[in-house]
């Protein structure tokens, strides 16, 4: 079977300014794209609240940068590759948990992909992949509580959606507390992954986990040097060893001092 894409409207913006102007004159109706490795399959299972009648493609803005310097830490480009994150020397030696967490990406998709597409993308529980009108599909029930629930979905409860957070990335951002630059209307902010990721909640009116609101855009993540010692570690478990989704993650940043761990930050 193939699923082919209804017809939609391409803008291209010129800058992140314009970008979030385009998004705010087609409010939900339109949708932000740069690698579209999520975007293009919810748009050719035609889900009925995540379908959008706009893409803004911001691919091109020059936000796929990475740079490095010890005193302000890591700066990351909101569409940087995933690929890239993979392969930078600065990642692998002072960011350990961030570079592994980047290496469950077959190259396919880890050269389309985008960081910040990574941690914002869509649940994968299969009820919403199959278009169930469930919380997060314009619904008001959660079919995995009694349903099928094997997989993407919460151990410890939930609020009004059980499925789990499918990014990779979040984990290792979330213990080398990592902030984000977020444009919108109001010009640019910063938020902690706390404040983007505060757990499922009804934003714009639909449910879902990050607090993204359909005017604003990550343009950038940001992350403090580790101090003097630092290792961090990123494990993932997934019911294959490629092109599939963490079932459960951690990351964690310690300081060590000889053989004693003097602090540390697990996520």
């Known amino acids: 079977m193939r699923n082919e894409l209804n017809a939609f409207g391409y803008l291209e913006p010129t800058s992140v300014d314009d970008a979030v102007s385009m ?7 339109a949708r932000i794209i740069a690698g579209g490795t999520d975007l293009l399959y919810q748009m050719k299972e035609h889900l009925s609240t995540l379908t959008p009648q706009y893409v803004v493609d911001i691919s091109a803005l020059g936000l796929d940068q990475i740079s490095f310097n010890q005193s302000s830490g890591l700066t990351i480009g909101a569409t940087t590759p995933v690929l890239a994150l993979q392969s930078d020397p600065n990642i692998k030696q002072y960011y350990g948990a961030i570079a592994q967490a980047t290496t469950g990406h077959p190259v396919q998709i880890a050269s389309q992909a985008t960081a910040a597409g990574d941690i914002s ?5 299969w009820y919403l992949r199959n278009n169930y009108d469930c919380w997060r599909n314009g619904g008001n029930v959660c079919y995995a509580v009694v349903g099928d629930n094997r997989y993407y979905h919460s151990l410890f409860g939930g609020n009004l959606c059980y499925a789990v957070h499918a990014g990779d990335l979040t984990s290792a951002l979330f213990a080398h507390n990592a902030t984000l630059t977020v444009a919108g209307p109001g010009g640019t902010h910063t938020v902690t992954m706390d404040q983007f990721l ?12 990050n607090s993204l609101r359909y005017n604003e855009i990550v343009t950038q993540i940001n992350v403090p ?3 003097a010692g630092s290792l961090s570690a990123y494990f993932r478990m997934a019911d294959r060893t490629a092109i599939d989704f963490p079932l459960a993650s951690a990351a964690v940043v310690v300081g ?4 004693t761990i003097t602090n540390a930050t697990l996520s």
């Open 23 to 29: 998004l705010t004159q087609y409010g939900g109706n």
């Open 121 to 125: 993308q869509e649940v994968w529980c």
């Open 198 to 209: 505060p757990g499922v909640s009804i934003v714009d009116g639909r449910v879902k986990e």
């Open 225 to 227: 040097t580790p101090a």
């Open 256 to 259: 060590v001092n000889g053989s």
